[in-house]
């Protein structure tokens, strides 16, 4: 196996580090984290900005869908990838129904997220009509990505997951929606599974980085689900083709495993006495 190098310690990724890539032309680097260990090779392998997405409902908690992602969990998770990856931006993902609901319970939530949770940035699903939510979350001094496209916590009003954008009245919806999230203040912008012209259109209404999962490679940043990346999930989107295939490797190590459990081979290694100690233990024993 191939020594591994750990790449030299870096300035802490800051907006400003994104911004100033997205202005130059360089594109940075997304993914999702839900614990510090993952988060700390992620962030020795040079990823910019880790989510702490609600699609751990699926991936960590089991369930069909994101909307299961419970709020406390998610800002103890949020702290535990801030951790293990102190020097990346850590993004927080908002549950369903934690900012829907009531404003003032919004703010308050996303409040959490920055405190509680160490976030960087708080994300949520949007559309322009959540523009005066945005705005109210930005005067706190919170710094919001609006999401945009396709949005996996109103998947049950279509029947499931889906792309967006497909038609040109969707897809002006969309640009208007990133347009008006800007201007309520949004730092970032996050497009999910839409068409790259629309994409492309995103990035000439707006001026601050976007980044894109499955809407094409125009984007500044790009973000994938950390488990479709390293081959773990049974089934992934088109856009997320695995690198390596993991699962299979975990798969062989489980089997190598019990196999040694079986043999009582599970282990060389020993714990010792100190001299003389064993002959104590015994006249203790049989006394």
């Known amino acids: 196996m191939p020594e591994i190098e750990f790449k030299p310690e870096s300035a802490p990724v800051t907006m400003r580090t994104l911004r100033r890539m997205a202005r130059d032309g360089r594109p940075f680097a997304c993914l999702t984290a839900y614990d510090a260990t993952m988060a700390r090779w992620l962030e020795r392998a040079g990823v910019h900005l880790l989510l702490v997405g609600d699609t751990a409902a699926e991936v960590v908690l089991g369930f069909d ?3 299961h992602m419970p709020l406390d969990l ?4 949020t702290a535990a990838v801030k951790r293990g990856a102190p020097n990346t931006l850590v993004m927080a993902d908002m549950p369903f129904m934690s900012y829907q609901a009531d404003e003032t319970e919004a703010i308050r939530n996303a409040g959490r997220f920055m405190t509680e949770g160490m976030a960087d940035v708080v994300k949520l699903e949007a559309d322009a009509s959540l ?6 979350m930005t005067r706190a001094g919170i710094p919001i990505c609006g999401h945009v496209g396709s949005k996996p916590q109103q998947a049950g009003l279509s029947g499931g997951y889906a792309s967006s954008g497909k038609t040109a009245d969707v897809a002006a919806r969309i640009i208007d929606d990133a347009r008006e999230l800007e201007k309520a203040g949004c730092v970032l912008l996050l497009v999910e599974a839409t068409p790259p012209e629309v994409t492309d259109l995103i990035l000439e209404a707006t001026t601050v980085p976007l980044i894109g999962i499955g809407a ?3 984007c500044h940043g790009q973000i994938l689900v950390v488990q479709d990346l390293l081959g773990l999930t049974d ?8 690198v390596v295939h993991l699962g299979e490797q975990v798969l062989g ?4 495993w019990v196999q040694r459990v079986s ?3 599970a282990t060389e290694h020993r714990y010792e006495m100190r001299p003389g100690e064993v002959e104590k233990l015994g006249r203790s024993v049989s006394a």
Request: charged fraction near 20%; charge should be positive; avoid cysteine.
């Open 131 to 136: 523009a005066p939510l945005v705005a109210r």
């Open 235 to 242: 089934w992934q989107p088109g856009f997320a083709p695995p």
């Open 65 to 67: 869908s994101t909307i």
């Open 263 to 265: 043999e009582r081979k």
């Open 253 to 256: 190590a489980a089997r190598e």
């Open 74 to 77: 998610a800002i103890a998770l």
């Open 216 to 218: 094409g490679s125009a």
